[in-house]
Each structure stands twice: as structure tokens, then as C-alpha cells.
């Protein structure tokens, strides 16, 4: 919890104000498991109750593309068949930025003692808002696009890139990226360049990936399907 606070306040989500209107948040928990099924990470997302809104007036868009599973498992066999090294990022806050006029409660266990009746009026969207997800797509892929990035049209969240040394993918997963390349410089060139806009944490090279396990070996790449969705 300490950790989502510290991200949320490092990319400015709110501010607080006095309001009278519905302002409602809540704590959600989850625990990630490594491909051994064992507990790797214990995650708390503050989550806004995004059911309190109204379409046309808090909200308009909400698709958000996220990569399918088929272009994942061509990434990896196109990783394995190449040699290539394949590599895992996990955001820890995905907030695009918000038009809309939404506030919360301050956050259960992080009250303001010298402002206990304030509220939080966001500036950025957070996760439970009906339009987080389709906000942090556009935020991501601009900043990709504009950095060099083409956007596939096989899937809108396959990205390529052409360098010195061939080319650089990135897959992208809600808040999870997967990134192979041709050369480690891209790889570190890359890792940099997401770090100067976005809080992420770097889980190096892909072991586990949406029930699919990969397996590193002298001759390549190997994977297991799993429980894959």
C-alpha cells in the first residue's frame, strides 16, 4: 500500500478540496504467483468505485485494446526462434489524464490529520474509473509513437521499431510489457527511455506471462502453455 501511495503522489493523481458530492474509493488486494505457483509479490491497487459514474457525464470512451494472447505466443516463438532475450516490465500506476470532473475519499489508512474532511479531486484517471484503462492506452502508445514506435495492425498492442541493430517489440498487457529485441543496447536504450515518463518496475528477463511459462536455455527459448487464458 505504501508503494501505490508513493506512485500516486509521484505522479500527482489529486488534489484536496472541500466538495458535497459522492466520493467513493476502496483498497483492492491481489497476490501474484511465479510459474513454481509459490507467492512472488503482494500488489494493493487504490481503486476508484467506478460504478458511481454516469455515461455522458463522468465518462465517454472505455474500450481499451490489450494484446491477444495468439500475438503473445508469436512473440515468444518468434523470440525463441531468433535468440532473441525476452524481458518484463510491470507499471505500478497507470494513470492517463482526466478531462472529466471526479473526486474520492481520501484513501482508507492514509487520512490527512490536518485535513480530515477534505476530499480528492483527481487530476489524473485511476484504476477503477471507467475510462482508466482506454486513457493509460492512448498515454502509453503517444509516448511510443512518438519515440520512433509503429502501432501494428494486427494487433494495436504490438509495437515495432526499427534501430541500428534491426528491430525492438514491445507487447503490451494492461500494465504488463513484454520487450524482445536484436540487441541488449536496445534493450537498455529502451528500458531508459520508459523510465523518464513512466513508474515502472523492471522484473528482467520473462519467466511467467499470462499462464505461460518461459523456460531460458543455452539453445533458446522454450514455453508452456499452462493455464492460459
Excluded at 19 to 48: C, P, T
Excluded at 173 to 199: G, H, M
Aim: hydrophobic share 40%; proline share 3%.
Amino acid at each position: 500500500m505504501d508503494e501505490e501511495m508513493a506512485a500516486l503522489d509521484a505522479n500527482v493523481i489529486w488534489e484536496l478540496v472541500v466538495l458535497l458530492k459522492d466520493k467513493k474509493n476502496k483498497w483492492v488486494y491481489n497476490v501474484k504467483h511465479n510459474e513454481d505457483g509459490f507467492m512472488s509479490i503482494y500488489k494493493a491497487r487504490l481503486v476508484a468505485k467506478g460504478y458511481a459514474q454516469t455515461y455522458g457525464i463522468n465518462y465517454e470512451k472505455t474500450y481499451s485494446p490489450i494484446a491477444k494472447t495468439t500475438i503473445v505466443r508469436a512473440v515468444i516463438v518468434m523470440a525463441a526462434t531468433k535468440r532473441w532475450s525476452l524481458h518484463q516490465k510491470d507499471v505500478k500506476s497507470v494513470n492517463g489524464d482526466l478531462h472529466e470532473e471526479m473526486y474520492m475519499e481520501q484513501p482508507l489508512g492514509y487520512l490527512d490529520q490536518t485535513h480530515p474532511n477534505l476530499v480528492c479531486r483527481l487530476k489524473k484517471k485511476n484504476y477503477g474509473l471507467k475510462q482508466a484503462p482506454r486513457a493509460w492506452s492512448d498515454k502509453i502508445s503517444q509516448y511510443l509513437v512518438t519515440n520512433g514506435f509503429q502501432k501494428s495492425n494486427v494487433d494495436f498492442s504490438l509495437y515495432v521499431k526499427k534501430t541500428n541493430h534491426g528491430i525492438i517489440v514491445i507487447v503490451i498487457y494492461v500494465d504488463d510489457l513484454i520487450i524482445t529485441r536484436d540487441s541488449d543496447a536496445d534493450i537498455f536504450d529502451l528500458k531508459k527511455l520508459l523510465k523518464q515518463k513512466f513508474e515502472m518496475k523492471d522484473l528482467g528477463e520473462l519467466h511467467y506471462f499470462l499462464g505461460i511459462e518461459v523456460v531460458q536455455s543455452p539453445k533458446g527459448y522454450g514455453y508452456y502453455k499452462g493455464n492460459m487464458p
